[in-house]
Each structure stands twice: as structure tokens, then as C-alpha cells.
Nanobody, 125 residues
């Protein structure tokens, strides 16, 4: 079971970037998957999720700027990031959601069972 992320880089504030990860070793289409990020010296932060049936959810910090999508035929997860801000600078990981809760239209990942190595996104001001 593996995720391999790609597409990270350095951009200026206000620009866009698209990152992806390719999954292998499990039935990707049957699983909820998330993007999680971690900035230096900070705890990891859930960014977005797409469920097995295609429902999408976002953290308040990225809602309206980021778009998550999945291609089950290619076992690939995407994250389109627009209007990037310096505070979006982090290592971005794909993670498979082990347990979650949906309440009031919000998605709460409770546990991940594995994640990829990550791709670095750096946004300069």
C-alpha cells in the first residue's frame, strides 16, 4: 500500500499549483482519501477529503481556493490550489482515511492508516 505524491514547487502568493498522488496496493476507488499538510514546527493539518462516493470536503482555511478530485481509473488523487498564500507553505501528503465522522455537513477524519512521503509546496510573499 503506497501513495506517491508529485507536483509540488515554489510559487508566489496569489499563484496556482496542482499536486497529485498515485495510489497502489489497495482498491483506491473504495476508500476515502485526504490531503494533509504539515508546516515546519507545526502539527499536521487536514486540508481536504474526497469520499469513496465522490463527496468533497475542505477545511475552512482552504475552502473556495482548493479543489480536490479523484480519478479512480488511474488511482490518482489531485489537489488544485488557487490563490495560494504564504501560510499554505507545507509538506502535503495523501492519506488514506481509516475512520471519519460527518456532522452538520462537515467532515472529521478521525484516523489515517497510512500516508505518502509528501510533496513540498512553498509560497513566497
Amino acid at each position: 500500500e503506497q501513495f506517491v505524491e508529485s507536483g509540488g514547487g515554489m510559487v508566489q502568493s496569489g499563484q496556482s499549483l496542482s499536486i497529485s498522488c498515485v495510489a497502489s496496493g489497495f482498491t483506491f476507488g473504495f476508500q476515502d482519501v485526504s490531503w494533509v499538510r504539515q508546516a515546519p514546527g507545526k502539527e499536521s493539518e487536514w486540508v481536504s477529503a474526497v469520499t469513496a462516493n465522490g463527496a468533497t470536503y475542505y477545511s475552512d482555511s482552504v475552502k473556495g481556493r482548493f479543489t480536490i478530485s479523484r480519478d479512480n481509473e488511474k488511482n490518482t488523487l489531485h489537489l488544485q490550489m488557487n490563490n495560494l498564500k504564504p501560510e499554505d507553505t507545507a509538506l502535503y501528503f495523501c492519506a488514506r482515511v481509516e475512520s471519519m465522522r460527518v456532522s452538520g455537513g462537515n467532515y472529521y477524519p478521525l484516523a489515517y492508516d497510512f500516508r505518502g512521503q509528501g510533496t513540498q509546496v512553498t509560497v513566497s510573499s
